[in-house]
Every structure is written in C-alpha cells, then in structure tokens.
C-alpha cells in the first residue's frame, strides 16, 4: 500500500525519531550530543522552526518540532548526517516522522511520562529538554556571550580539557592543533603528522569567536611553538560576512603574537564544501583575506588545502566528503597529511 504524503506546511508539530540501525549507538559522549544539538540550534532560526523538547538516548532520539517556513525533509539531511549520527543511521533509513496534532500541555506530558518510565525501567537517558526552542532560544546548555552578542557553546568540552590536564597535560614547545570539527575529526592527525609532536584541542562545531573566547584556557597555557588553526566555516554556516570572519582571525593571531610571541600559526584554509556552495564567495574572501594578511603578521603562515577538495573545473570532490557535504573522509585527511605534513616540517626544523 503506497505511503500517504506527509503533512509539511507551517504550524505543523512533528515527532521527529531518529534511530540507530540495529539498535547502534548514535550518542557515545558529550561530544557526540552537543553536536547533535549545536546542528539543531543552527537549524531553528535559519528555518524559523520551534524546538519544544528533545530526549536524546545511547541509540535513539526524539525531537519535537513546529513547522517553519522551511519544508521538514529539505532540513532533515543537515540534522541527520554529523559524525556518529551518520555512522549509526544513514539517512536513507534512519528518519522517521510521525505528526503530532495535539496541545502542548499534553505532548510536555507524554514526553515527561516516557522518559519517567524509562528511567524505572533502568534505561539511561543521555539528555532531556522540555521547553521551547526557537529563533531567540537555543538548544544546548545555557551559553555565555561575547562582547559582540555572540553565544559561546561547548564549555563542557572545555571542562574536559582542562581535567584531563591536570593529569596528562600536553607536552610543552609542540604543535596544537585547534579550531572546530573539521580538525577534531581528525582523529588520526597524530599518527598521520608523527614524528611531529601534534596534540589537537579542537571542539565541537565552535565558530571563531568561540575558539577566541577559549584562547586564554585550551592555547596560551600549553605554550605551542606551532599552532595549526582551522576555524571559520561554521561561520560561514551561519550567516557571517567575510570582514567580521576575518576580523576575528586576526583577533586570535593578534591575542597570540602578545602572550606567546615565538609561537608561529599556521592558517588552513576553509574548505570549499559542497555544504556552502552558495557561499563560496565569502569562503574565498576569508582565505584571501588570511593570506594577505600574512604579509603584515610575523607570526601567520597559510596553508591551502582546497586543491585536495576541489578538482580542476572549480568543483568539488564529492569522494572526499561524508553525506552531509560539510565533514570530511579518511581520504580527505590523506590529501590534508600530505600537504600540511611537508609545510609543518619544514617549519619545525627551522625552528
């Protein structure tokens, strides 16, 4: 029996339930939830969507959305393809809707009496919220701002960092890597840039002023002698314009060069993602702004790695990005090694 067609239109309350393929874990840490909701809370102001309550568990999720002016399936593709999500659930069959035509009071009940029954049951459930999200609401844990109203996430990756160490602290006089998740997916840079001694304080989706707001905490107290950066394309996700893009990069490079003087950056350049194609314009402007700018600061260098990404008629090589066009491929990060390899050893043995 052909499915019907599903309800899409504004005001619609959908129950959105994403589900691990025989039963996969989707959230394994933290790291994996903030991810999830850091896409969530991008997607409710593009698309005027309200966000009344997620349940997020070990192997499944439930979200309840109001309809915005976006169509539901043209964003599902964003929220459902990052890291372990994508890992558990491929698209084609984790997203499953369901139309709720009910009051608020009655559905904040239900979701309050699935997750109560759950926990009687002994089911751990990694992370609730009832409550409206929306445009002027995001989802994560309650942020801090910057001075230019900016909300800063991830202060519990943050935390981590710092506890981990107090126990096992990075060597002192090496190369940290930093930035959002195109380098903290990156999980095999260590073995990848060895014998240089690489560690990688990336976290979550963080846009610039994130890693800016963190400098004085993950950077200045390791004393790097080399920094390898890459921020700015969650940025460029998320609306910014190029000059404020780049201003804040010369924010950090600036920040840098005062408490750490020796310590050289090297810049990677954004990646031309499919996930941004309309906004390759200011993706460029970024990197040719970063690489002009090296001519005036001391301590930047800049390093292009778009030719491993983009073919020789300007597009992009879908062989090198997972499914969400944003996040990269083991044979992306080779393409990276190779380049950022040979740069960084050069440097380290002038050094």
């Not at 599903?6 to 991810?35: K, N, Q, S, Y």
């Not at 239900?110 to 999200?133: F, K, N, Y």
Request: hydrophobic share 40%; charged share 25%.
């Amino acid at each position: 029996m052909p499915r019907s067609a599903r309800l899409d239109a504004p005001g619609v309350l959908h129950h959105i339930m994403v589900r691990g393929i025989e039963r996969r874990i989707i959230f394994r840490d933290g790291t994996d939830r903030e991810e999830f909701l850091g896409r969530l809370a991008k997607l409710v102001p593009e698309t005027q969507t309200t966000c009344y309550a997620w349940v997020l568990m070990p192997n499944h999720a439930h979200v309840l959305l109001r309809t915005g002016r976006a169509p539901l399936p043209t964003r599902m593709p964003r929220l459902l393809t990052g890291s372990a999500v994508h890992r558990a659930c491929p698209l084609d069959s984790s997203g499953r809707l369901r139309h709720l035509h009910c009051a608020w009071r009655e559905l904040a009940m239900s979701v309050r009496r699935m997750v109560g029954r759950l926990l009687l049951a002994g089911i751990a459930v990694a992370a609730v919220s009832i409550g409206p999200l929306s445009a002027q609401s995001q989802a994560a844990a309650p942020p801090t701002a910057t001075q230019d109203r900016h909300d800063v996430y991830f202060q519990e990756q943050i935390d981590r960092f710092v506890q981990q160490d107090r126990t096992d602290p990075p060597p002192k006089d090496a190369i940290e890597m930093v930035g959002s998740s195109i380098f903290r997916l990156w999980t095999t840079a260590t073995r990848q840039l060895a014998p240089l001694p690489v560690y990688n304080r990336a976290f979550g989706g963080s846009r610039t002023w994130e890693v800016n707001h963190y400098l004085d905490q993950i950077v200045v107290p390791y004393r790097p002698k080399i920094i390898l950066y890459y921020c700015g394309s969650n940025d460029v996700n998320a609306g910014e314009e190029a000059g404020p893009i780049f201003d804040r990069i010369k924010e950090f490079v600036t920040r840098v060069g005062a408490a750490l003087p020796a310590t050289r950056i090297y810049f990677v350049s954004i990646n031309l993602s499919p996930d941004k194609r309309a906004r390759w314009d200011v993706v460029n402007k970024v990197n040719a702004s970063v690489k002009a700018y090296t001519g005036n600061a001391k301590n930047l260098e800049y390093i292009d790695v778009n030719s491993v990404l983009v073919d020789d008629k300007g597009e992009p090589r879908l062989e090198m990005f997972m499914p969400d066009g944003l996040h990269l491929t083991p044979r992306a990060y080779e393409g990276y090694t190779r380049i950022i390899k040979a740069v960084l050893l050069r440097a380290w043995n002038q050094s």
